[in-house]
């Protein structure tokens, strides 16, 4: 059986204005870092918030104390657009496909806790077997951790997975256990990939 490992923000939903405005606005108030949204999403992008907020922070006397700091205030402003979250376009469509192909589907996310409400006030919560996040004590992505726990779960043949993503840490996490990778990416990226799809709607002739 087909299994379909999906990442959540900007893959199955247009999360990053939430994320990169509660970036500027944390760096800013806790560290008189001003950085333009643009800079921000671009770089977020690239690897992570967590990775990039990290270099950032690098010459703090104390970055872990500075990003435990950053992060609290993170939260609270992200959470503030949580309504304002809307899903990819075509995602209910593929995700339909998929379930009603009898694929097992998941979701892997850096995301904490949040995931889970909303996952359910997008109403898509009950196309997925199981919902993985960090806040479980995972190791974060491109760690194979998570997709370790849902192989060994769920007896996930990797012959027939999936990592679907937008960003190159979910295309490595996906290879890092020998999964098939899809890109959801218009640009031209400078790291390989199995597939790469402009709309999503593009998966259906894929897997």
């Not at 059986?1 to 247009?14: L, Y």
């Amino acid at each position: 059986m087909k299994s379909i490992v999906w990442d959540f923000d900007d893959t199955i939903a247009n999360s990053y204005p939430g994320i990169v405005s509660a970036t500027q606005k944390s760096l800013r108030e806790n560290f008189d870092i001003s950085l333009s949204k643009d800079t921000i999403f671009k770089e977020a992008k690239k690897t992570s918030v967590r990775k990039f907020v990290n270099e950032l922070l690098s010459d703090q006397e104390d970055v872990d104390q500075a990003v435990k700091v950053f992060y609290a205030s993170y939260y609270r402003y992200e959470k503030d657009y949580h309504d304002k979250i809307t899903l990819i376009p075509h995602i209910k469509n593929i995700l339909k496909y998929c379930d009603e192909k009898h694929y097992m589907q998941f979701i892997v996310t850096h995301r904490d806790d949040s995931i889970y409400p909303l996952a359910k006030s997008l109403g898509i919560e009950h196309y997925f077997k199981e919902i993985v996040s960090v806040a479980d004590d995972f190791k974060r992505k491109p760690d194979s951790e998570m997709l370790d726990y849902l192989i060994e779960k769920y007896d996930l043949k990797k012959e027939d997975l999936w990592v679907v993503g937008d960003r190159k840490i979910d295309i490595d996490f996906g290879r890092s256990v020998g999964a098939q990778t899809i890109l959801l990416n218009s640009e031209k990226v400078d790291f390989d990939y199995d597939y790469q799809v402009s709309d999503l709607l593009e998966i259906e002739k894929i897997i």
